[in-house]
Structure formats: structure tokens, C-alpha cells
């Protein structure tokens, strides 16, 4: 599976509320973002199976995750509100 797709999966899980609107995104942005969260997550699940528990780091990238998800969830509303714009552009002269 792509980390795109590995992305755009694990935000689904997180983000219910969005998953229509992640499962239908076309946007580089957007899979820039999918890409790095689910790299980021894969870490974090790392750090969280690791004997040797890393606190501090653990914190760092569950706040990243975090940020990225509020990140997706702006960039998920900008493209809402530019969608019906684009579509009534269409129909002018």
C-alpha cells in the first residue's frame, strides 16, 4: 500500500466525521499531508512498542499527528468552499 493511501486510511479512522470528504480528496496538498501522517503514525506506533519507552518523543509525534490532522481537517474545508465557486464559474459567460 502507498503511504498515500496508508495515509489517507489511517485519517479516515481518526477523522470519521471527514472520511467521505478524505475518501474523495484529488488534491497534491492533501496527499503530501497523507504521505507524511502516515509516516508519522507508523513512528509513533513504533515508539509505543519499544521496550524502552521514549516519553518525551512519544509526546512529540503525537503532537504531530494532531497537527496534521487539524491541517487536513482546514485544508478539507478550504476545498468545500471553493468547490461550489469553481462549479458556478462554469456557468458564467
Do not use: W
Request: hydrophobic share 40%; with cysteine.
Amino acid at each position: 500500500m502507498s503511504l498515500v493511501k496508508l495515509g489517507r486510511a489511517r485519517l479516515s479512522l481518526v477523522l470519521p466525521y471527514h472520511r467521505e470528504q478524505l475518501r474523495a480528496a484529488r488534491n497534491p496538498t492533501l496527499y503530501d499531508l497523507f504521505e507524511s501522517y502516515a509516516l508519522a503514525a507508523q513512528t509513533l506506533d513504533r515508539l509505543l512498542t519499544e521496550h524502552r519507552r521514549r516519553e518525551e518523543l512519544i509526546n512529540e509525534y503525537q503532537a504531530l499527528c494532531l497537527d496534521m490532522q487539524a491541517e487536513v481537517i482546514a485544508l478539507l474545508k478550504q476545498i468545500e468552499l471553493a468547490a461550489p465557486q469553481s462549479r458556478t464559474r462554469g456557468f458564467e459567460g
